[in-house]
Each structure stands twice: as structure tokens, then as C-alpha cells.
């Protein structure tokens, strides 16, 4: 098939699948989408078991789709860059201590603990997995998904607070996350030592790299629109920012997610007090909240139909549901230790907060993505099905009760603190 026809494939299923959601399943949409997506899957994976060619057809389709391709180096930048452009800023700045230790502390804390709980669990299971390759499955499952908790917490009416600490966090963690994991990946396929400096010098490259890179271009894409008054222009010079600063970004071997979430920062914040008129602001926010929808609809169903392609076995379904409360439970511990000790500092958090970050901090396509990234063999299968278990729970079921959650603890989900 071409890239058009795999385009309008994707784009079909996940009309059809927003229209029956919308119709009749009325869970909130992105979740209803990757869950009609997966029961899809899950009816042609049962008919392949009885002998039945469709599945097989299905399955060579999808395969045909280089997921980690089409999400790293082509929907991401619009995805971070779109929820990055209503975040605002000042509150951002009034959580940066705990969004920075969960951001970057956190990421790394999380990678060591789930990888000394992996191996201990496929030692018990008596499966082969290797040290680095626990340490990588810790490092692509740590980092909560941008994409996941920006499109639920929207609709969902959250505590300010609370909301900003979650896709703040999110939204940075996630390219911390990725320069852990191409250190390990890097010595995994044996192209560097690890070596302290090694470590710095990617680190600083990737994540500082990313951040000037995104604050170079944030200013440029300012002065540029501070000099125009035609919204059209305007909106194709965001549009030039997100996808010429990706490409530069990863042309340069620089954190593109970084600088896409920088950009966005500015152009929603400074970008849009001073550069841009009432009628700019209205048709920018159109436009990127349009782009923001199609694609995560898109996502969500493709991140569904990657069920279909998966190498399940016993012991990879095992590893997986084991996977579940291990990362949930590491997620509690990274969560309890800053909000504990910056409570004793003197920041506000509302009541129940270590659990409502907990809970709130959904895994999504990232880390299926980078699953995909690892190389080849019977390590990736068992790793992959093991993400793609907790990214399913994660989305679905911490999704789906999120709300009801916080209407407990906060007794009213219009609560802004």
C-alpha cells in the first residue's frame, strides 16, 4: 500500500471508530478510540486462531506501518507543540521544583528501580533478560506520556494545581526519558562505553541542545509574528516552527521534543500577549486544537491496532500483567519521595496528591514507540508485549477512573486551586 492509502485507511478507522464511540461506547475519545481500536484487534486475532485469512490480511497492513517512525519523527512535534501552547506559563513556573525533580530525578530514579525489579521478576519466572535490557524497559516505561494526559486532563475538569503539575511534568519527562534510553540503547548495540562523560556529553547535547534550540527558534517565530497582522501567515509560521525546528532538531542530533515544547511555550505565552492580535489567537487556537484532534484520534487507533501485530505468549502475558502494579507501585515511590520532602519545604500540594499523581501519570504511545526502537529478538517481543500491557491498563483503566478519583478526594472536579 502507499502512504496515501495507509493515511486514508487510518484515517476511515478512526472515523468509524469515533462515530461508534460517540454513538454508543461514550467513553472520553481518545480512550474510546484506542479501546474499540484494541477489541477490533483482539476480534481478528480470535478469528486467526480459527483459521480465518482476514487477520492475516490485517496483520500485514499494520505491519506495513513503522509506528515508532510515524510517532518519533512525524506526529510528535505537532502533538507537543499543540499541548504545550495553552499551558501557561506562570503556573508552570510555580511548579517548577516539582516538575523538575519528577522531570528529570524522577525519570532516572524510576529507570533503576523498575529495572532491579525487572530482573528480579524474570529471574523468579526463570526467563533470560539481560541487565541492560531491564535498565531499558525501566527507562522507556518511566516517562509519563504528553499525548495521553494533556487530551484526558483537558476535559476532565482537574484541580489547576494538580493539572499543571501532570502535563508539565509530562511534557518534559518525555525527552529526559528518551536521552536515558538512547544512553543505554547506545550501549546496548556496543557503539559507546558507559562512561561518565559519555553520559554528560549526550545529556547536554540532547537536552540542552533541544532547549536552545527551541528558545532560538521560539524567538525567531516571535519577532517574525510581532511584525505581521495576517493570521493566515501567522498560522503557517507556527506551522514552519514545529515542523522546519523537528527536522533541524533532529538533523542537529538535538532533543526535538525539548524544542518543540519550548516553542510552544513561548508562542502560547509570550507569542500570544504580544505578538498576536484577538483575531490571530482565535483562528491559531482553531487550527492547532483541530490538529491536536485528527491526530490523536489517529494515534490512539493505531495504537490499538498494534495489538494485532504482537508476539504473545504465556510468558510474555505474564511478564505484562506482573508489569502492572510493578510500574504503578515505582510510580508511587517516585511520586511520595518529592512531594514528601517538598511538603516539608513549604510547597501547597491539595490533599491526596502523591495519589492522584500516581494515578494521573498515564504511560501511552511513547513508550510503545521505544519498544519498538530496540533491536530485534526474543528481548524486544518479551519487552514490547510487557509496554503494551501496561500502556493498555494505563490508558483504559487509569483513564477511565481518573474522574471518579478525583471527584472523591477533591469532592468537585471544577476545582481550580
Given at each position: 500500500m502507499t502512504i496515501f492509502e495507509l493515511t486514508a485507511l487510518l484515517i476511515t478507522v478512526a472515523a468509524v471508530c469515533g462515530f461508534l464511540n460517540e454513538k454508543y461506547v461514550r467513553m472520553p475519545t481518545t480512550i474510546g478510540l484506542m479501546f474499540i481500536a484494541s477489541v477490533f484487534s483482539m476480534g481478528l486475532l480470535v478469528l486467526g486462531a480459527m483459521g480465518s485469512g482476514v487477520a492475516g490480511a490485517a496483520e500485514q497492513m499494520i505491519a506495513?506501518?513503522?509506528?515508532?517512525?510515524?510517532?518519533?519523527?512525524?506526529?510528535?512535534?505537532?502533538?507537543?507543540?499543540?499541548?504545550?501552547?495553552?499551558?501557561?506559563?506562570?503556573?508552570?513556573?510555580?511548579?517548577?521544583?516539582?516538575?523538575s525533580f519528577m522531570?528529570?530525578?524522577?525519570?532516572?530514579?524510576?529507570?533503576?528501580?523498575?529495572?532491579?525489579?525487572?530482573?528480579?521478576?524474570?529471574?523468579?519466572?526463570?526467563?533470560?533478560?539481560?541487565?541492560?535490557?531491564?535498565?531499558?524497559?525501566?527507562?522507556?516505561?518511566?516517562?509519563?506520556?504528553?499525548?495521553?494526559?494533556?487530551?484526558?486532563?483537558?476535559?476532565?475538569?482537574?484541580?489547576?494545581?494538580?493539572?499543571?503539575?501532570?502535563?508539565?511534568?509530562?511534557?518534559?519527562?518525555?525527552?529526559?526519558?528518551?536521552?536515558?534510553?538512547?544512553?543505554?540503547?547506545?550501549?546496548?548495540?556496543?557503539?559507546?562505553?558507559?562512561?561518565?562523560?559519555?553520559?554528560?556529553?549526550?545529556?547536554i547535547q540532547e537536552a540542552v541542545g533541544g532547549v536552545g534550540i527551541?528558545?532560538?527558534?521560539?524567538?525567531?517565530?516571535?519577532?517574525?509574528?510581532?511584525?505581521?497582522?495576517?493570521?493566515?501567515?501567522?498560522?503557517?509560521?507556527?506551522?514552519?516552527?514545529?515542523?522546519?525546528?523537528?527536522?533541524?532538531?533532529?538533523?542537529?542530533?538535538?532533543?526535538?521534543?525539548?524544542?518543540?515544547?519550548?516553542?510552544?511555550?513561548?508562542?502560547?505565552?509570550?507569542?500570544?500577549?504580544?505578538?498576536m492580535s484577538e483575531k490571530t489567537r482565535e483562528h491559531l487556537d482553531t487550527f492547532w486544537e483541530l490538529i491536536d484532534e485528527i491526530l490523536n484520534a489517529i494515534l490512539f487507533v493505531l495504537l490499538g491496532l498494534e495489538l494485532i501485530i504482537l508476539k504473545l505468549s504465556p510468558q510474555s502475558i505474564g511478564f505484562g500483567l506482573i508489569a502492572i502494579p510493578l510500574v504503578l507501585t515505582?510510580?508511587?515511590?517516585?511520586?511520595?519521595?518529592?512531594?514528601?520532602?517538598?511538603?516539608?519545604?513549604?510547597?501547597?500540594?491539595?490533599?491526596?496528591?502523591?495519589?492522584?499523581?500516581?494515578?494521573?501519570?498515564?504511560?501511552?504511545?511513547?513508550?510503545?514507540?521505544?519498544?519498538?526502537?530496540l533491536p530485534s529478538g526474543k528481548e524486544r517481543e518479551l519487552i514490547l508485549v510487557a509496554t503494551y500491557c501496561v500502556v493498555l491498563f494505563s490508558i483504559i483503566v487509569q483513564g477511565l477512573t481518573m474522574g471518579r478519583l478525583l471527584e472523591k478526594t477533591t469532592g468537585n472536579l471544577s476545582v481550580k486551586d
Open positions: 506495513q506501518i513503522d509506528f515508532e517512525e510515524a510517532l518519533m519523527k512525524g506526529m510528535l512535534c505537532f502533538l507537543l507543540f499543540a499541548g504545550a501552547l495553552h499551558m501557561n506559563l506562570e503556573n508552570l513556573l510555580s511548579k517548577f521544583r516539582i516538575i522531570a528529570t530525578i524522577g525519570v532516572v530514579l524510576s529507570t533503576l528501580l523498575v529495572g532491579a525489579a525487572t530482573k528480579g521478576v524474570v529471574t523468579i519466572l526463570g526467563m533470560d533478560l539481560s541487565w541492560i535490557y531491564c535498565l531499558l524497559f525501566g527507562a522507556l516505561i518511566s516517562p509519563t506520556d504528553p499525548i495521553a494526559v494533556v487530551s484526558l486532563l483537558k476535559k476532565m475538569g482537574a484541580p489547576k494545581s494538580l493539572e499543571t503539575k501532570i502535563v508539565g511534568e509530562s511534557l518534559f519527562n518525555d525527552g529526559v526519558g528518551v536521552v536515558v534510553f538512547l544512553v543505554l540503547l547506545k550501549v546496548l548495540t556496543g557503539t559507546e562505553p558507559m562512561t561518565a562523560g559519555f553520559v554528560a556529553k549526550l545529556f527551541g528558545l532560538a527558534l521560539g524567538y525567531i517565530g516571535y519577532r517574525m509574528l510581532k511584525s505581521l497582522d495576517n493570521y493566515s501567515i501567522e498560522v503557517i509560521v507556527t506551522l514552519a516552527l514545529v515542523m522546519g525546528g523537528y527536522a533541524l532538531s533532529m538533523k542537529l542530533h538535538v532533543s526535538g521534543p525539548l524544542a518543540m515544547v519550548v516553542i510552544g511555550l513561548m508562542m502560547g505565552n509570550i507569542g500570544r500577549v504580544m505578538a515505582i510510580r508511587l515511590i517516585c511520586v511520595w519521595l518529592p512531594v514528601s520532602l517538598l511538603r516539608r519545604m513549604g510547597d501547597p500540594f491539595i490533599p491526596h496528591a502523591v495519589k492522584l499523581l500516581t494515578w494521573g501519570g498515564l504511560r501511552g504511545a511513547i513508550s510503545v514507540a521505544l519498544a519498538l526502537a
